[in-house]
């Protein structure tokens, strides 16, 4: 349960004072529903008021407030024409400007006579001192709360400033001063506020350096939200391990078969990363672990040997990919070595049914099938396994990491091994999977060659069409991929029949379509046809995105290159240069290329390595950008922003885990103030199961 202390917080803003439905909507969309919400609000911006010049010597151009007496309203003779109202102070005078103002409006916030306080940007004009459309219009005894430094806020559309001023002041009018969660020597030695202070500075900025990532303000704030979130993960993390896991550490000698069999050598970092595995599964905690590699790094013979160590040990290994076709690859690839071994590999997917999926179930629950290979269907309530002692988990950008648990509640403690081939930054590796453990494939499988990439204006496009001419008489087969635009996928599969009409008309009948909106067997029949040779040129929307293996397939073309993200990039790219002939990616962009979509493509010509393109990635685009992460189930902060905070980032992480091996309960004194922090980020899951656990 929430702790009392911060039952105002999470009010709802419609209780606050002069927030009604149609403001509270808008709120709701900008920052969220409770007061909490709008005290995450952080100022972009400031306006400084505090400069009072006589109207003489206001300067052109700054803002000014201004106390002035009300002469005389010059309402317009004609619509289009400004309404005036010009005032005075002893010496100056200046006319205060209004477009489409209401007359009745101006007349009540500015009577003739009274004195009031302008505040606004002060403009020369035309040899008069004026004023259009002042931000403020008070009365003197007002003046005091106007002589400040006003935040700026991000706005959305239906929401202008000054209500959301008045209501983010007063959300934090709701927030009091609360029990120090940070380490007191840490926050002596830095100097740092409590949060109280940290949250009403940081809502009061005084100069420009208040609104910065560093000011020590919104340091201690990002700090405390990037701590909840670590020890949020950690606590899940150890009550994940306390399940008990089982050893896994029969060594019958079918791994060293297995590996012998294989018509090539293993990669340093694959004999690497499977010893790491190996060493999790015989432990008697439960395995959680990343496998990140490169595209075609080789990552499915990884998982499928360790799959044998679970076989080996009487034991099964599922592996469940996010897609049909490349369940169909890996069936195709592991059964193929395993057959070899003698071991019996089956799969299952959502087009199973009857008759003959029964049998397989059957054949699963007994333990005849060693190795299931499927997707989503795995999950099925009815899929029963033997003894299912490891689960691999294939691509995790399609499924989020934490929500896929479930494939390992399938057997007693099983292990888990998650492959991604989007390579995670280690920052991001930090704050999102820092509960994960991982390894790393960081070489490649020998005889690749690097794949030739151009960026092309795509008013050149006839002569990539030319090129792919002479390409295809000598063999070659191409990847077209049209981009993907979210918000609809019918306008994105347009695209992609569009140029598929177009390209068959260059090439009749050799051009196939493969799109998302196809049906399971539809795309494997396309699938097929391109990996025979029967059709040159395979058009794409973003569904060859993830692991296809075709290595005859050695041109890619990208459409709209621009509107892809870096590491999606590298990913479609990775589809070719798998076989021994030479390949090349052509980008195509629609110009003019800004400046991140340029730098994009330079680092893409530069460089094939996956880690560093992630590191980029992240740093072109900022986290919350990083495309998928939102499926991925990577945290978005509001306060802390992963790239300009790594440094909080690992202290986070280290605090974290400091903190849980002092106080595993969170029950000293820091450890309730803790509770409070895990509350406040509404972790409130999490402080469930510190209490069930
Ligand atoms: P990933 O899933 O990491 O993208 P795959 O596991 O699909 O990569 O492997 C890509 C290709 O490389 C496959 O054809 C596979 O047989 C081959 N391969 C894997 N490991 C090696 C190796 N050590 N040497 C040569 N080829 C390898
Ligand atoms: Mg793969």
Redesign the pocket.
């Known amino acids: 349960m929430r702790p009392e202390i911060l039952f105002p917080l999470f009010a709802s803003v419609t209780s606050l004072p002069g927030v009604g439905p149609r403001l509270s909507t808008a709120i709701e969309k900008l920052a969220g529903s409770n007061v909490i919400d709008l005290c995450w609000h952080m100022p972009n911006g400031l306006v400084d008021r505090r400069y009072s010049p006589k109207i003489l010597d206001a300067v052109p151009g700054a803002i000014a407030t201004i106390t002035v007496q009300v002469i005389e309203h010059h309402p317009p003779r004609i619509r289009r024409l400004p309404y005036k109202v010009t005032c005075s102070d002893d010496g100056g005078v200046i006319d205060l400007v209004f477009f489409h103002a209401r007359n009745d409006y101006l007349q009540k916030i500015l009577p003739v006579g009274e004195t009031r306080i302008i505040s606004g940007k002060v403009e020369h004009f035309q040899g008069n001192i004026q004023m259009s459309h002042p931000d403020h219009v008070v009365k003197p005894e007002e003046a005091e709360d106007l002589l400040t430094v006003e935040p700026v806020y991000p706005l959305t559309a239906g929401l202008t400033s000054k209500p959301l001023n008045k209501a983010i002041r007063e959300s934090l009018k709701l927030a009091t001063p609360l029990p120090e969660w940070q380490d007191p020597a840490w926050l002596e030695k830095i100097k740092g506020p409590s949060w109280f202070d940290a949250l009403t500075k940081s809502h009061a900025p005084e100069d420009d350096s208040d609104l910065s990532f560093d000011a020590p303000a919104r340091q201690r704030l990002a700090y405390d939200e990037l701590l909840a979130d670590q020890l949020a993960l950690s606590i899940v993390r150890a009550t994940q391990r306390k399940k008990s896991g089982r050893r896994i550490d029969n060594d019958t000698g079918l791994l060293e078969k297995a590996i012998n069999a ?6 340093n970092s ?1 004999k690497v990363s499977l010893d790491e595995i190996l060493e999790d599964m015989a432990e008697p905690l439960r395995m959680l672990r990343l496998l990140q ?11 499928y040997l360790a799959m044998l160590r679970a076989v080996e040990n009487g034991a099964q290994g599922a592996l469940m990919a996010p897609t049909e076709v490349l369940a169909k ?2 069936f195709k ?1 592991i059964s193929e070595l395993a057959n070899g071994v003698g071991v019996k590999v089956g799969i299952l997917t959502g087009r199973d049914k009857g008759k003959a999926r029964e049998e397989l179930l059957g054949q699963l629950a007994d333990g005849n099938i060693s190795i299931i290979v499927g997707t989503h269907a795995l999950f099925q309530q009815d899929v029963k396994f033997n003894d299912l002692a490891l689960a691999v988990i ?1 691509e995790q950008h399609r499924f989020g990491v934490h929500q896929r648990l479930m494939l390992a509640d399938k057997g007693a403690a099983a292990d888990m091994l998650v ?1 991604t ?1 989007t390579p995670i930054p280690r920052t991001l590796m930090l704050c999102a999977y820092s509960d994960l453990d991982s390894s790393r ?1 960081t070489d490649k ?3 690749r060659k690097p794949v030739e990439t151009r960026a092309l204006p795509n008013s050149r496009l006839e002569d990539v069409v030319g090129r792919l001419e002479t390409a295809i008489q000598t063999g070659a087969r191409v990847f077209w991929v049209c981009p993907l635009v979210e918000e609809s996928e019918l306008v994105d599969l347009k695209a992609a029949t569009d140029r598929h009409a177009f390209l068959n008309r260059r090439f009749p009948g050799r051009v196939g379509l493969i799109h998302g909106q196809m049906k399971g067997p539809d795309k494997d029949k396309v699938m097929a046809a391109f990996a025979a040779g029967e059709l040159d040129i395979l058009v794409a929307t973003t569904v060859i995105e993830v ?1 296809v ?1 075709i ?1 005859e397939a050695s041109i890619m073309v990208i459409e709209h290159a621009e509107r892809f993200g870096l590491s999606q990039l590298h990913q479609l790219r ?1 589809r070719v240069g ?1 076989g021994n002939q030479s390949s090349s990616c052509l980008l195509l962009y629609a110009p003019p290329l800004g400046e991140t979509a340029r730098a994009r493509l330079n680092i893409l010509r530069e460089t094939d390595d996956g880690f560093r393109i992630a590191e980029e990635d992240l740093r072109l685009r900022g986290a919350g950008e990083m495309l998928g992460t939102r499926q991925s189930g990577l945290p978005v902060f509001r306060l802390a922003d992963i790239v300009k905070h790594q440094y909080l980032m690992m202290a986070a992480r280290d605090d974290a885990r400091l903190i849980l091996d002092r106080d595993p309960a969170l029950t000293s004194e820091r450890g309730k103030a803790l509770r409070i922090l895990l509350y406040l980020f509404e972790k409130d899951s999490v402080v469930q199961t510190l209490r069930s656990g």
């Open positions: 294989l018509p090539y050598d293993l990669t694959q590699g490169d595209v075609g790094s080789g990552k499915t013979v990884v998982a690859q890996h690839t294939d492959m081939a494939l499988p020998a005889g692991g293996d290595p990775g798998r």
